[in-house]
């Protein structure tokens, strides 16, 4: 095994055996086969969700692998289904852990009435996402509150259909499209000069 799965289990393993000389049971053997099929090739898409939360790679690395870590003992509950959502839901709420634990100051409250003002009628966000450079929309992403930023990174970024937001994030599908809005329409406010908004 090579690339971030790698570094799930630990190199002693040789076989059905671990450094600790724990032989594996044949369920147990099943178990890992069947985590590493199904819930592996999913662990770019969980850094990259843990990146945008967390705000760097090293954190987002520690966070995957406990968040990898608590999916593998809750494995056995997986009843088949969207693997990625369900990796993804454990990774966020390993964050929202973590940025409780580590960043509390970073978890400020989300103000609905402050992101919910201003809709304006013209859509100039792709014109304004394809003149900025990649770091400015980078920037600009990174300051939006973690739940506006969860969204827009899952679905934007990872692709992941309504439905499947409201199951990761465990909030109702209006809440996923109207936080996809609010973030959206902060990204424009940042995005686009306001003489181009008029």
Same mark, same amino acid.
Request: aromatic content about 6%; some cysteine.
């Given at each position: ?25 044949? *369920? ?44 593998? *003992? ?76 969860? #969204? ?17 994030? $465990?909030?109702?599908? $209006? ?21 181009? #908004? *008029?």
């Amino acid at each position: 095994m090579t690339g971030a799965g790698a570094a799930l289990f630990p190199p002693g393993r040789v076989g059905n055996k671990i450094a600790d000389n724990r032989v594996f049971t044949l *369920s147990e053997r099943n178990r890992h086969v069947r985590f590493e099929r199904e819930i592996l090739p999913h662990l770019d898409a969980a850094h990259n969700l843990a990146r945008w939360l967390t705000g760097n790679d090293a954190d987002a690395a520690d966070v995957v692998q406990e968040a990898a870590v608590r999916a593998l *003992s809750f494995f056995e509950g997986f009843r088949g289904g969207d693997a990625r959502a369900w990796l993804l839901r454990i990774v966020r709420n390993t964050c929202y852990t973590w940025l409780r634990q580590n960043r509390a100051e970073k978890m400020t409250p989300l103000d609905e009435a402050r992101h919910d003002a201003g809709e304006r009628a013209a859509n100039p966000e792709q014109t304004a996402i394809a003149r900025a450079d990649r770091r400015t929309l980078e920037r600009a992403i990174e300051e939006l509150p973690v739940e506006f930023r969860e #969204a827009l990174v899952l679905r934007e970024i990872e692709g992941l259909a309504y439905k499947e937001i409201a199951h990761v994030t $465990g909030v109702p599908m $209006g809440t996923v499209m109207s936080r996809l809005a609010r973030a959206r329409n902060l990204l424009r406010e940042r995005l686009v000069p306001p003489e181009a #908004a *008029s």
